[in-house]
Nanobody
Framework: HVQLVESGGGSVQAGGSLRLSCDASGYTRNTHCMGWFRQAPGKEREALARIDTGDGSTTYADSVKGRFTISQDDDKNTVYLQMDSLKAEDTAMYYC?????????????????WGQGTQVTVS
């Protein structure tokens, strides 16, 4: 089993920055692919970014490309989402996700492991 715990959410003014963290524990052999989703009220969950913890490769959704950066700690059990130039439309609950591989990363159903979420509010 895998546990994911997010932190770093909060309130920020438009144009500001936040950094989210996600700590993975448990059977981390199942977390070679880690990423971030978000869900705003009344909307579907949206894939934002993913990282292959083995080779460090990353992919981003067009909506956040150039503004958000996903990275990992040296131990590869912690991933970050640096969010810059935040906009009001970035307001959502942000979720850390993990699974063995990244093939279907853009689909929420791909990931078996989800964190509890952390709220980001941009005003």
């Amino acid at each position: 089993h895998v546990q994911l715990v997010e932190s770093g959410g909060g309130s920020v003014q438009a144009g500001g920055s936040l950094r989210l963290s996600c700590d993975a524990s448990g059977y981390t052999r199942n977390t070679h692919c880690m990423g971030w989703f978000r869900q705003a009220p009344g909307k579907e969950r949206e894939a934002l970014a993913r990282i292959d913890t083995g080779d460090g490769s990353t992919t981003y959704a067009d909506s956040v490309k150039g503004r958000f950066t996903i990275s990992q700690d040296d131990d590869k059990n912690t991933v970050y989402l640096q969010m810059d130039s935040l906009k009001a439309e970035d307001t959502a609950m942000y979720y850390c996700v993990a699974d063995k591989i990244c093939v279907g990363w853009a689909q929420a159903a791909w990931f078996n492991y989800w964190g509890q979420g952390t709220q980001v509010t941009v005003s």
